[in-house]
T-cell receptor, first 114, second 119 residues
Framework: GAVVSQHPSRVICKSGTSVKIECRSL??????MFWYRQFPKKSLMLMAT?????????EQGVEKDKFLINHASLTLSTLTVTSAHPEDSSFYIC??????????FGQGTRLTVV | DAKTTQPNSMESNEEEPVHLPCNHS???????IHWYRQLPSQGPEYVIH???SNVNNRMASLAIAEDRKSSTLILHRATLRDAAVYYC????????????????????FGQGTILTVHP
């Protein structure tokens, strides 16, 4: 089946630095990708919808200047957490829906900001 | 998005069937019922989906009430690997301008049901 690959799976960064997370659809084209954030023992919360060739759509309360999304091609979307702080530590997950079938999820990126 | 209600947690013994309920009393006529599950420290994975009729696949069965206001995910023989959080989600069909078929919109996750499977 279709696969979505997310990289890195784990990252530890210092407070104030930026971190880029990549999400790739490996065998299908994704004009849309979704980015989620999940805190421990909580459900997934949709952060933004990434659109190939246009600006991302952010959910209410999500700072677009802090969470930069770039959907540069039909197989790649990136999420950059800028000026990361400890409260940004979380599990970030991307998803890509495919036509006529279900949505596929990346394996997630565990971000720890120290 | 129409809301779903699931029990916070359920327990089962290995090799026994598990019935995971979901209430969605405000479901609209175009909402599909989707089930995903999330194993610890992994992204969610698709389990099954349906509209009106009951559905079976290699992972599970989905029983949908006649009025569509509730559904039940059935795992016929639970294994330890089935221990996960199970999410029942309603999704509308969104056929994009160039989709070439049926495309579903974003997934909005509720709290889900934590399934514990005992050996």
């Amino acid at each position: 089946g279709a696969v979505v690959s997310q990289h890195p799976s784990r990252v530890i960064c210092k407070s104030g630095t930026s971190v880029k997370i990549e999400c790739r659809s490996l065998d299908f084209q994704a004009t849309t990708m979704f980015w989620y954030r999940q805190f421990p023992k909580k459900s997934l919360m949709l952060m933004a919808t990434s659109n190939e060739g246009s600006k991302a759509t952010y959910e209410q309360g999500v700072e677009k200047d802090k969470f930069l999304i770039n959907h540069a091609s039909l197989t790649l979307s990136t999420l950059t957490v800028t000026s990361a702080h400890p409260e940004d530590s979380s599990f970030y997950i991307c998803s890509a829906p495919e036509v006529n079938t279900e949505a596929f999820f990346g394996q997630g990126t565990r971000l720890t900001v120290v | 998005d129409a809301k779903t209600t699931q029990p916070n947690s359920m327990e089962s013994n290995e090799e026994e069937p598990v019935h995971l309920p979901c209430n969605h009393s405000t479901i609209s006529g175009t909402d599909y019922i989707h089930w995903y599950r999330q194993l610890p420290s992994q992204g969610p994975e698709y389990v099954i989906h349906g509209l009106t009729s009951n559905v079976n696949n290699r992972m599970a069965s989905l029983a949908i009430a006649e009025d569509r206001k509730s559904s039940t995910l059935i795992l016929h023989r639970a294994t330890l690997r089935d221990a996960a959080v199970y999410y029942c989600i309603l999704r509308d069909v969104v056929c994009l301008w160039s989709c070439g078929g049926t495309s579903y919109g974003k997934l909005t996750f509720g709290q889900g049901t934590i399934l514990t499977v005992h050996p």
